[in-house]
């Protein structure tokens, strides 16, 4: 049981260009999540998908955008990349309807240099 | 709006020497408060969700507590292999479900 998968696991990119991080679940949610992490700070929500086929903003979605793809799938792109971007970012799943449903499950980050 | 402090920022302790992590939260309406471990280079861990003031929850050398304003993660006898960051987090009624908001973590190490 993999839980929580997300790639790539390190990427640099030149400001300006774009990439994708993708992320996937094997664990049934229903909600799945993308933050960022930086340091000194608390890991801040990016966008969040509640259940398939519905997304929307957190706390810092400026710069990024993201698909649900499927239940399984959800990925976030950056259209053009900036330093500010440079950032660890993690995927994060969890199903709300069910007894363990507050308990977010993360993947293992994404590092993300934006030169 | 939702705020949560962690202390220290940093913790160094020697092996056996018991402490406690604190996380003070402001919340309007607490749904539940969340501690997670973080090792370096990898993603958060889940550990314990607290629920209401007085509840306690336990897993090996770990004891969460919470008050109406506060959270401890108790350290019992720590080892080498407890050295990580701690995080503490926490979702209100207000501010919808998926709003979870997350402290800055404390980084423990223990000294063999």
């Known amino acids: 049981n993999a839980g929580v998968t997300q790639t790539p696991k390190f990427q640099v990119l030149k400001t300006g260009q774009s990439m994708t991080l993708q992320c996937a679940q094997d664990?049934?949610?229903?909600?799945m999540y993308w933050y960022r992490q930086d340091p000194g700070m608390g890991l801040r929500l990016i966008y969040y998908?509640?259940?398939?086929?519905?997304?929307d903003k957190g706390e810092v979605p400026n710069g990024y955008n993201v698909s649900r793809l499927n239940k399984r799938e959800f990925s976030l792109r950056l259209e053009s990349a900036a330093p500010s971007q440079t950032s660890v970012y993690f995927c994060?799943?969890?199903?709300?309807?069910?007894?363990?449903?507050?308990?977010?499950?993360f993947g293992e980050g994404s590092w993300l240099t934006v030169v | 709006e939702d705020q949560v402090t962690q202390s220290p920022e940093a913790l160094r302790l020697q092996e056996g020497e018991s402490s406690s992590l604190n996380c003070s939260y402001t919340?309007?309406?607490?749904?539940?408060l969340f501690w997670y471990r973080q090792d370096p280079g990898k993603g958060p861990e889940f550990l314990f969700t607290?629920?209401?003031a007085g509840e306690e929850k336990e897993k090996e050398r770990l004891k969460a507590t919470l008050t109406k304003k506060e959270s401890f993660l108790h350290i019992t006898a720590p080892k080498p292999e407890d050295s990580a960051t701690y995080l503490c987090?926490?979702?209100?009624?207000?501010?919808?479900?998926?709003?979870?908001?997350f402290g800055t973590g404390t980084k423990l190490q223990v000294i063999p």
């Open positions: 987090a926490v979702q209100a009624n207000s501010g919808g479900y998926q709003k979870v908001t």
């Open positions: 607290l629920y209401s």
């Open positions: 919340v309007s309406g607490l749904r539940g």
């Open positions: 998908s509640a259940s398939e086929g519905t997304t």
């Open positions: 994060a799943s969890r199903d709300p309807g069910t007894k363990s449903g507050n308990t977010i499950y």
């Open positions: 664990m049934n949610h229903n909600s």
